[in-house]
């Protein structure tokens, strides 16, 4: 963690302590907005966290946005920060300024005609109906298109996914003014790679938040006369937890700094290695926490709900896995250890 | 938040990777390639390569020049031990003197000690043993019954250790024992001495493994005089000592690379166009295999920087370990139509050799503890 990330980690901390209560997370995943805390993140300029200064940003480095994110889900914000980033990512990197107001992103299947006819749906894009803005990839004769629309013109199906989130399907059939897309660059496979990166930052800081609840729940639950940490079979399977948060939290660190230079291999391995914690943490923190744990009036299922989600949106590990396979695979194999050294 | 399970970013500075190339050029020249490549830094062991390695000065290289090292950074000694286990190098006969022994020396060591011993090891024609297992005396280290008495000049040896590796090739043995009977602090009252294992009074005799080798053994000390000069730093203190060598023992790569064989043989094995789930299984490992990595070379930062990160070494073994059982379990169930005999004896090997990697340097039990600690647990 650097100074600047120190410093954003404070005010992060401070402001969701304040605005992020378990009720906020309840009235959320029941359809309430949780404006005030939007709005307090986006005065704060935290929401556009090392997005250009000239095009709108708070400034600093993207590294940044992916630590907000992880920071951020450390809380179990129900709020689009994933998303917001992932479009102001994409605008900025073609030199547009960032819009006004909440963007989403739309992972889906688009067109774009040659009369500039666009329409498609997207199955499960997050926060859609609360959202201002929604960005998407429309394509045209192999060519991209980056396309933003008011999510007035959609027609939305609301849904959630099974931590409440929204996860709303969108479609769209509609002409577009020359202002609303830009040509020119394949981005669709960046945008979804982007987008499974946010994953992984959002896995990575709720994993260290359960680890920190069960920790914390282990010192306090007293049974046979003292408190369960005290048993070594609780220290043993919290260990083994420790020890794959531990490897989670390096692995979002490398997608953060090396952000700029993101490749596909780089974002299979976070997704895959941090959706694998996933499975083993969850298990262990529920088992820790015992039938209280189990309760909707725990908080703990806020995050466990959200890891179980996250591990399935851009790719579940399998996908990945495949992809990093075919990449250390074959006639590659006297290379393997050569490929391994390059991965710094 | 917690102790020990911050493992920030550190890059391997260019220096070190110039050093890479020279090792593979020094290892594609000096191995044997009749050899089947075997990663677990004890399955090999050679005098005549670990002195080749000392000419090129890759042993304590981390060292101060006026014992003959060479002043690198632990970046540099990183790259090396990677590259050496990579490559299945048989590097067993140098492995604990230039990861802990040394280092031991120059933290605890008297000016003597490191005038006589290093400038040796660092030319490949010294080897030690550790010292601290015992027949009734595995994880719980502190109830060590081996004891030495005081006598003129020096001191008196009796008991055994036992789990040794190369003690019967290897010159030295740095033995943990008793000088004062147990008290009510269980960790007081022990020193390290350095046991010639030539002397006529110790006695070594190899235990077979279950795969039929014999790198371990028991070593017994029979009334075997220690001079006073063979004391590593002050009787008494052995205890923070030995504590102190597993940053070194417990981080480094040979805690996840035991299995790196078995993942090159698959990877020739299978092709790009391979089917989906053969492609997953190598994935998810070579996944694991760099998140590893990175973490290792995190602690080599660490180490660079002069911390003794005890905590974060526990956890990189313990996770290395679980990943180094974890492959051979998962390649063999990839269902290869017809593997090469080479790819069936690298598994094999890896296999019979796996028990060992959650046993050996700490045990897996031991080392959750120690993280279970970090987290304030106990």
């Known amino acids: 963690m650097n100074e600047q990330q120190r410093l954003i980690k404070e005010s992060l901390d401070r402001l969701l302590s304040d605005l992020c209560s378990k009720t906020t997370i309840d009235k959320a995943e029941k359809g309430e907005f949780p404006g005030e805390l939007w709005h307090a993140l986006a005065d704060t300029g935290l929401v556009l966290a090392g997005l250009p200064e000239d095009l709108g940003g708070a400034g600093g480095d993207l590294a940044d946005s992916l630590f907000v994110v992880r920071e951020a889900a450390k809380f179990a914000a129900p709020v689009p920060l994933a998303e917001h980033f992932l479009a102001a990512v994409l605008w900025s990197g073609r030199g547009e300024t960032v819009r006004e107001g909440i963007m989403t992103f739309a992972e889906g299947d688009f067109r774009l005609s040659d009369n500039d006819q666009l329409s498609g749906t997207a199955p499960a894009v997050a926060f859609g109906r609360w959202s201002d803005t929604v960005t998407l990839i429309a394509t045209r004769n192999n060519e991209d298109f980056l396309c933003g629309v008011p999510i007035s013109e959609f027609r939305v199906e609301e849904a959630n996914n099974i931590a409440g989130e929204p996860r709303d399907a969108l479609s769209i059939n509609l002409v577009l003014n020359k202002s609303q897309y830009l040509g020119g660059e394949p981005i669709k496979r960046k945008a979804y790679l982007i987008g499974a990166a946010t994953r992984v930052a959002l896995m990575a800081g709720a994993l260290e938040s359960i680890l920190e609840m069960s920790v914390v729940y282990s010192t306090e639950r007293v049974q046979f006369g003292k408190p369960i940490a005290k048993f070594q079979a609780i220290q043993q399977q919290l260990a083994t937890m420790a020890g794959e948060v531990a490897a989670s939290l390096r692995a979002a660190q490398s997608l953060e700094t090396k952000f700029e230079s993101m490749t596909e291999l780089e974002v299979a391995i976070g997704k895959s290695r941090v959706g694998e914690a996933v499975g083993i943490c969850t298990d262990i923190a529920h088992q820790v926490h015992g039938a209280m744990g189990y309760t909707m009036e725990h908080s703990l299922n806020q995050r466990t709900r959200r890891l179980w989600a996250w591990r399935e949106e851009y790719g579940s590990e399998q996908e990945w896995e495949i992809a990093i396979g075919q990449f250390f695979s074959g006639n590659a194999s006297e290379k393997l250890w050569d490929q391994v050294t390059f991965l710094n | ?378």
């Open chain 2, 1 to 378: 938040m917690f102790q020990g399970l911050t493992f920030e970013p550190f890059a391997l500075p260019p220096e070190a990777e110039a050093l890479r190339s020279e090792v593979r050029e020094f290892l594609a020249d000096s191995l044997d390639a009749s050899v089947l490549p075997n990663s677990d830094f004890n399955a090999g062991d050679s005098a005549e390569f670990s002195r080749a390695l000392g000419k090129k000065g890759w042993i304590g290289i981390t060292w101060p020049k006026i014992y003959g090292g060479l002043e690198k950074s632990f970046f540099e000694r990183y790259v090396i031990t990677e590259e050496l286990l990579a490559a299945g190098a048989p590097v067993g006969c140098h492995w604990i003197a230039d990861r802990q022994t040394g280092p031991l020396f120059l933290k605890f060591g008297t000016e003597k000690q490191r005038q006589e011993f290093l400038p040796q090891i660092i030319r490949g024609e010294c080897f030690f043993s550790i010292g601290m297992s015992e027949p009734d005396t595995g994880s719980d280290l502190a109830s060590i019954k081996s004891t030495a008495m005081k006598t003129e000049g020096g001191w008196v040896l009796n008991g055994s250790k036992i789990w040794t590796s190369y003690a019967h090739t290897n010159h030295y043995m740095v033995a943990l024992v008793r000088t004062e009977p147990a008290s009510e602090n269980r960790h007081a009252g022990m020193s390290q001495f350095i046991v010639d294992l030539g002397n006529e009074n110790v006695s070594v005799t190899g235990i077979k493994n279950l795969s039929g080798e014999e790198d371990f053994n028991q070593v017994f000390f029979d009334d075997v005089f220690i001079p006073d000069d063979m004391v590593v730093g002050k009787p008494g203190n052995g205890w923070e000592q030995v504590i102190s060598e597993l940053g070194y023992e417990r981080s480094g790569p040979e805690r996840f690379l035991s299995a790196f064989r078995v993942l090159v043989e698959f990877s020739r094995e299978i092709s790009e166009d391979a089917d989906a789930y053969q492609l997953a299984l190598l994935g998810r490992l070579m996944a694991h295999l760099v998140t590893l990595r990175r973490m290792s070379i995190s602690v080599a930062g660490m180490l660079e920087q002069g911390d003794m990160p005890i905590t974060e070494a526990a956890l990189i073994k313990d996770l290395g370990n679980t990943y180094e059982r974890l492959v051979p379990e998962v390649v063999r169930l990839a269902n290869l139509k017809n593997p090469s005999s080479r790819f069936i004896d690298t598994l094999n090997q890896c296999i019979l050799h796996a028990p060992s990697f959650t046993l050996r340097g700490g045990t897996r039990e031991i080392l959750k503890g120690v993280i279970a600690r970090g987290l304030g647990l106990r």
